[in-house]
C-alpha cells in the first residue's frame, strides 16, 4: 500500500468514525442519539432514532474499518451511502460551499471512499522503476508474456491457421 493512500485511509476513515461517535453517544461535542434523532426527524426521516442508529453505526464501523483497511469496499459503500445521503437531505439546498453549510464536505469524503474502493479493486502486480504497474497495464502492454516484446505473439502471427 501506498504511504499516500494509508495517510488518506487514516485521516478519512478516523474523521466519520469519530463524527460516527457524535450521532451515538454525543462525542467530540456531538448531540449524540436523541439530539441526532431528533434533527433526523426534521428532515423527514421517522423514526429519528433508529435512522441515527444507523447512520452512526454505518460512520463509525465504516470509518473505523477504513481506516484499518478492513473490508474496504464494504466500508467504503456504507460510508459513501451515508454522505450522499447527508448531501442529499441536508446540504444541498445550501450550495456548493462548507462555510454555508453546503455539500462540499460530504463531497470530499464520499470521493475519498470511492478512490479507497477503486485503489482497493486495483491491486499493484509488479513494481518497476517507473513505479506500481497495475495489472490490467501489464496485460494490456505486454500481451500477457511478462516482457514488453513477447516472442510468443511474433510467433503466433507468423502461423497460418489450422484448416
Do not use: D
Amino acid at each position: 500500500m501506498s504511504i499516500g493512500l494509508l495517510i488518506l485511509r487514516l485521516v478519512v476513515g478516523l474523521a466519520l468514525a469519530a463524527h460516527g461517535t457524535q450521532k451515538l453517544f454525543g462525542w467530540f461535542g456531538g448531540y449524540g442519539l436523541s439530539g441526532t434523532a431528533g434533527f433526523l426527524e426534521q428532515l423527514g426521516f421517522v423514526p429519528g432514532r433508529r435512522n441515527a442508529l444507523f447512520a452512526g453505526l454505518a460512520e463509525t464501523a465504516g470509518g473505523l474499518l477504513l481506516a484499518l483497511g478492513l473490508a474496504t469496499p464494504v466500508a467504503a459503500a456504507m460510508l459513501i451511502a451515508v454522505m450522499v445521503v447527508a448531501a442529499v437531505s441536508a446540504h444541498l439546498k445550501h450550495g456548493f460551499f462548507a462555510h454555508n453549510q453546503g455539500y462540499e464536505y460530504t463531497l470530499v469524503l464520499a470521493t475519498a471512499a470511492l478512490t479507497a474502493i477503486v485503489r482497493s479493486a486495483v491491486r499493484p502486480t509488479a513494481i518497476s522503476s517507473g513505479g506500481e504497474v497495475s495489472g490490467i497495464v501489464r496485460r494490456v502492454t505486454t500481451n500477457g508474456c511478462g516482457r514488453r516484446r513477447c516472442q510468443r505473439s511474433k510467433v503466433s502471427a507468423r502461423r497460418s491457421p489450422v484448416a
